[in-house]
């Protein structure tokens, strides 16, 4: 197809410009009709990612955006495309992955006829995205684009454009983009704000230290560690953290804290003054009565959200980086406690866990394995709800961007976002950790990491059910209604996609299988799934 010869410049061309100025030259998308007048005869230097369902669009534009900490743009289809995205959009919304998502509508010539095809948009996705415009006039739509790059940065979240599907071919105005080209932040924290914190840290006879995933930033790490070491203090993650705030193998780490407030108020208990860094105060699971601490409470977020809904004495909005440097500059040294470093992990006894001969795989004998030999860098995505805790306990974060899932805890991200890591960052080992059952929220993702040569691993440790629903039902003093699926293959799906697949099911084969795998995992250049059969673990206790 050759584009029509007018003699004005385009929304289009207006639009793509737009685009090319704020770095969005990658569009992930799953299209349809009303998408067809902005994508035929796509210029060259616009590259086009096929994803083949719209919650693996936004999965893998999510990835993309939080490794290159910069918006990633996606395109959906009208009403349809829309609805299919909002649990991917709500989850990215959670993971503070800035999108600018372009949503195609009805010709807006016949909207008031409601039309084949047209869509009630505004409100689809609730309250989730951070923005969402529908421009008045075809000559908007630029500066909406533009407007909603800056919304998705400051925002950390998805923007919406609505977009007619004739607006495209309609005259640009000859006029400024209502639209900054670059926006400004402060990213120096208050002076008078790190003060007072350190003031509270120097009073305090045993401080901790908690640190969420806003703090997981090359700098956020380097300026913590220092401040633990001078504090000499322990540093626990926040429950359920969708990254990691801290390196998780550095003496002082002292673990995960649990997810309900009995244990949490047993673990904090032993100090006055808890500083939160880079999560609200405090992520729970089950509901259970009481207190989250008796002691202090101190949050530092760059989220205001978070500083809002947190019951801190003291709530600090700033750039974490420079926060926790100054921060660390300023607290005073204490002389070292009398007491043993934390032991994080039954890591230490697992890390060299082996199946006696006969015994069929665990969890706990993958993650163990896979810990053994994964490069330091490794981004581990992870999706295993009933084995997290031992996935925790034995692959610590070691880099920023080690530790990455859905940090709202919806099925469906981890293929796809592990797709948008390794294409953002194409030279670091990403090895996404999944169930069976978490696998088939989104396995149609894995067409598009084999049609793209997308090195990721997929470690899928395999059931044939939906294993922490069990634990739950069994918890809860019942018995689940709902069956395995045991005759569930992803292998066979994802061989059907188009991907490399190995069927793991002895201890020897996956000592192999992963010694051969891991030893070039940064130079893949095609995607891997591994389906390893594994027992049921024990206990579920997040």
Same mark, same amino acid.
């Given at each position: ?9 385009? &929304? ?5 410009? *737009? ?13 349809? !009709? /009303?998408?067809?007048?902005? =994508? ?35 395109? =959906?289809? /009208? ?44 409100? =689809? ?46 005259? @640009? ?19 008078? $704000? ?31 560690? $220092? ?32 997810? +309900? ?17 880079? @999560? ?17 409470? &101190?949050?530092?977020?760059? +989220? ?61 004998? &993958? ?18 709800? #009933? ?17 990455? !899932? ?31 059952? #978490? #696998? ?7 067409? /598009? ?46 061989? #059907? ?34 389906? *390893? ?10």
């Amino acid at each position: 197809m050759t584009a029509p010869v007018t003699g004005f410049r385009t &929304v289009r061309e207006a639009a793509f410009d *737009i685009l090319r100025l704020h770095g969005l030259t990658t569009v992930f998308a799953n299209p349809g !009709s /009303t998408e067809v007048s902005l =994508l035929a005869d796509l210029p060259e230097d616009l590259r086009f990612v096929l994803a083949l369902h719209e919650g693996s669009v936004v999965g893998a534009a999510t990835g993309w955006a939080l490794a290159r900490e910069e918006p990633a743009l996606v395109l =959906l289809h /009208t009403t349809a495309g829309l609805g299919n995205a909002v649990g991917a959009l709500a989850t990215a919304r959670v993971n503070r992955a800035p999108l600018v998502v372009l949503v195609g509508q009805q010709d807006r010539r016949h909207l008031a006829q409601e039309p084949f095809l047209a869509g009630q948009l505004a409100g =689809l996705a609730g309250e989730y995205p951070v923005r969402v415009e529908a421009p008045v006039r075809a000559q908007d739509v630029p500066g909406a684009i533009g407007r909603a790059v800056h919304a998705a940065r400051e925002g950390r979240g998805p923007a919406l454009v609505l977009v007619p599907m004739d607006d495209w071919a309609e005259p @640009a105005d000859d006029l400024p983009v209502p639209a900054a080209v670059e926006v400004r932040r402060p990213a120096v924290a208050d002076p008078r $704000a790190v003060a007072e914190v350190a003031d509270l840290l120097a009073r305090a006879a045993s401080p901790v230290l908690v640190v969420g995933a806003g703090a997981d930033h090359a700098d956020s790490w380097t300026a913590l560690t $220092a401040l633990a070491e001078r504090l000499d203090c322990p540093v626990w993650q926040e429950p359920f953290g969708a990254r990691a705030g801290f390196p998780q193998d550095h003496p002082l780490f002292a673990g995960h804290l649990p997810a +309900d407030r009995p244990r949490l108020r047993t673990a904090l208990a032993a100090h006055d003054l808890v500083l939160c860094v880079g @999560a609200a105060f405090l992520r729970q699971y089950p509901y259970a009565p009481g207190k989250l601490t008796d002691a202090r409470v &101190v949050v530092v977020t760059d +989220d205001p959200a978070e500083a809002h809904r947190s019951p801190a004495e003291l709530a600090v909005v700033s750039p974490l980086p420079d926060f926790c440097d100054r921060l660390a500059h300023r607290t005073p040294r204490r002389p070292p406690a009398d007491r043993p470093l934390p032991t994080p992990a039954k890591a230490a006894d697992r890390r060299h866990h082996v199946p006696a001969a006969g015994e069929p795989l665990s969890p706990t004998h &993958v993650l163990a394995a896979l810990a053994e030999r994964l490069p330091v860098g490794t981004v581990v995505v992870e999706e295993t709800p #009933s084995s997290r805790p031992d996935l925790h306990a034995l692959l610590p974060a070691r880099a920023p961007l080690g530790f990455l !899932s859905a940090a709202m805890g919806a099925l469906g991200f981890a293929l796809p976002a592990a797709i948008g890591v390794r294409m953002a960052q194409p030279g670091r080992p990403v090895v996404a950790v999944v169930g069976d059952g #978490s #696998s088939l929220y989104q396995i149609q993702s894995l067409w /598009t990491a084999a049609h793209y040569g997308v090195g990721a691993v997929f470690v899928v440790l395999a059931n044939g059910r939906y294993a922490v629903m069990d634990k739950l039902a069994e918890q809860h003093g019942g018995r689940p209604p709902w069956p395995a699926f045991d005759e569930v293959s992803v292998a066979g799906m994802a061989e #059907s996609l188009g991907c490399a697949v190995r069927r793991v099911t002895g201890y020897g084969d996956l000592c192999a299988t992963l010694d051969t795998v891991c030893a070039d995992l940064a130079d893949r250049t095609a995607p891997l799934v591994l389906e *390893i059969a594994v027992t049921v673990g024990a206990d579920f206790c997040p």
